[in-house]
Every structure is written in structure tokens, then in C-alpha cells.
């Protein structure tokens, strides 16, 4: 049983940076063909899905997003990371890690979520 868990700061000041952190269990983050998802939801509104990590290390990233996401990855903790910069209070959500499959965009086993507020 793949297991997930988003961790990191509940609270972040606008223009800084978010950053949270996936650890992983029971099923490693290079096991091929798998996909290591960020999504996030903010009140009141739906799933958003911001970027992926896959097996190989390649990342696909949302174009809303872009150019303020990266996600990043330390194989020898088996955990996956966000990064999202300048944040405004629109960034405040529940920040979630799923796994998926590579290419199809299915995932399968999520983490609980983590709430970030941005507040100054």
C-alpha cells in the first residue's frame, strides 16, 4: 500500500516562497512508469493540478503555473517537493501529492492534504 504525506509551513507571507515536501511509502518514487503529482484546492473552488515529477526525473509543470512551480525530488529520502514561488493570498489551499501514472494523468493514491495559508 503506497502511502503519502505533504509536509512543510501552514503559513507563508505573500511575495515569499511555498515550499512543501511529499514523503513516500511503501512503493518508491523511480518505480518506472509512475508519476508524482502536485495538485491543489483553495476554498471554495475545485482541484487544481499544478506539475508532476515522473520516474525519470522529467517535469511537466501547469502553464497557468509555470513559471512560478518547480518540483524537485531526493531519491535517497523517497520524497518529492513543491516549490511555488511569489505567492499572493490566491495561493492560500489545501496542497495535495498524488501518485499517478506516467503519460495517462491518472493517480491513484493520494496524500491527506496540507493547508497553506498566505498571510501576511
Known amino acids: 500500500q503506497v502511502q503519502l504525506q505533504e509536509s512543510g509551513p501552514g503559513l507563508v507571507k505573500p511575495s515569499q516562497t511555498l515550499s512543501l515536501t511529499c514523503t513516500v511509502s511503501?512503493?518508491?518514487?523511480?518505480?518506472?512508469?509512475?508519476?508524482w503529482n502536485w495538485i491543489r484546492q483553495s476554498p471554495g473552488k475545485g482541484l487544481e493540478w499544478m506539475g508532476v515529477?515522473?520516474?525519470?526525473?522529467?517535469?511537466t509543470y501547469s502553464p497557468s503555473l509555470n513559471s512560478r512551480t518547480a518540483i524537485s525530488r531526493d531519491t535517497s529520502k523517497n520524497q518529492f517537493s513543491l516549490h511555488l514561488s511569489s505567492v499572493t493570498p490566491e495561493d492560500t489551499a489545501v496542497y495535495y501529492c498524488?501518485?499517478?501514472?506516467?503519460?495517462?494523468?491518472?493517480?491513484?493514491?493520494w496524500g491527506k492534504g496540507a493547508l497553506v495559508t498566505v498571510s501576511s
Open positions: 498524488a501518485r499517478g501514472d506516467y503519460g495517462l494523468g491518472t493517480m491513484d493514491y
Open positions: 511503501g512503493g518508491s518514487i523511480t518505480t518506472s512508469y509512475s508519476a
Open positions: 515529477i515522473n520516474y525519470d526525473g522529467s517535469t
